[in-house]
Nanobody, 121 residues
């Protein structure tokens, strides 16, 4: 079983940047399909980005060009660099592992506890 711990959330003004980190333990990190999801108040959890151990990367259309996902297999860490943040990016962001795509929907089997990101206008 994999354990995931996020950090780096906070409050930022629109146009600003934040960097989220996720440390994984319990399984061989390089083999994990890792990613980020987010859930805004009153909305369903949605896919943000994924980066697999082999390098495959995918982003939600809403964050393309603004967010960058990366991973450091030597340190069991995944990061999400978020630039040009918008108020609509406000959500709880979740680190996830064991992602898979079912049709057009991304799903994950393992989750972190979440970290709040708030973007003020």
């Amino acid at each position: 079983q994999v354990q995931l711990v996020e950090s780096g959330g906070g409050l930022v003004q629109a146009g600003g940047s934040l960097r989220l980190s996720c440390v994984a333990s319990g399984r061989t990190f390089s083999t994990l399909t890792m990613g980020w999801f987010r859930q805004a108040a009153g909305k369903e959890r949605e896919f943000v980005a994924t980066k697999w151990g082999g390098g495959y990367t995918s982003y939600a259309d809403s964050v393309k060009g603004r967010f960058t996902i990366s991973r450091d297999n030597a340190n069991n860490t995944m990061t999400l660099q978020m630039n040009y943040l918008k108020p609509e990016d406000t959500a709880v962001y979740y680190c996830a592992a064991d992602l898979r795509r079912v049709g057009n929907v991304w799903r994950a089997d393992s989750w972190g506890q979440g970290t709040q990101v708030t973007v003020s206008s």
